[in-house]
């Protein structure tokens, strides 16, 4: 078992394609949001869980942070400190998610559009990808080999 957790965080494989995952997924969450931050504000709005003066700063600042990381994951420039905000953030949406379902309240996470009626997964759903984005997010961030693709190998 301890052979094969080794092999597993030091396949440079496994890194990239972990990485690819989530730099596109951050890039691609992120347009919509960047385009129409009125739209992602009533979002966020919707969570219910924000002080109504700051909504309006995470709905202009965290498409951006997620664009940004997203660029620079995919890019290689300093993976391990763009895995840590990807898995930071995922880890706050994993909280807003899982205190929204406890309280039974139904909304939509604006994760990959603004515009769209109705909710394209269940809160459930969409908490377990995050989950999985998170594992995917730490098997960067505890990669120890040589990285493919990376610019200039910075770790």
Partial sequence: M???????LENSWIELAARWILDLTFIYASYHKILAPADFAKIVYGYD???HNLINLIAIFLPFIELISGLTLILGIYPRSAV???NGMLFAFIIVLSINL?????FDC???SVKKAGY??????TLIRDII?????LQVFLFSGVRKGCVNRLN
């Fill in 133 to 137: 984005y998170l594992i995917l997010g």
């Fill in 49 to 51: 869980l924000f002080p």
């Fill in 2 to 8: 301890n052979n094969l957790r080794k092999n597993v």
């Fill in 110 to 112: 604006g994760c990959f």
């Fill in 84 to 86: 840590l905000i990807i």
């Fill in 102 to 106: 406890i309280l039974g309240h139904e």
């Fill in 120 to 125: 394209l997964s269940s809160a459930e759903t």
